[in-house]
């Protein structure tokens, strides 16, 4: 969006509506980052710790 504004000349109303935006862009990258990092966590981890176990019991 900051690309967007810096190559063209905007209207108020594009400049108020690109001001309302920006929160919810915000918001959008922050919950996508949380869902990639539950994903990571629910995913990867229990994934990890079978494999820890085999090796700690000495590779069953």
């Known amino acids: 969006m900051e690309e967007l ?5 905007l209207r108020e109303e594009q400049e108020a509506e690109l001001a309302e935006l920006r929160p919810k ?4 990258r922050k ?3 949380r869902n990639a990092d539950r994903y990571r966590v ?3 981890l229990p994934i990890g710790l079978r494999c820890w176990r085999r090796w700690r019991v000495g590779g069953r």
């Open 25 to 28: 862009a915000q918001q959008w």
């Open 31 to 33: 919950r996508k980052k």
């Open 5 to 9: 504004a810096g190559r063209v000349q």
């Open 42 to 44: 629910e995913t990867l």
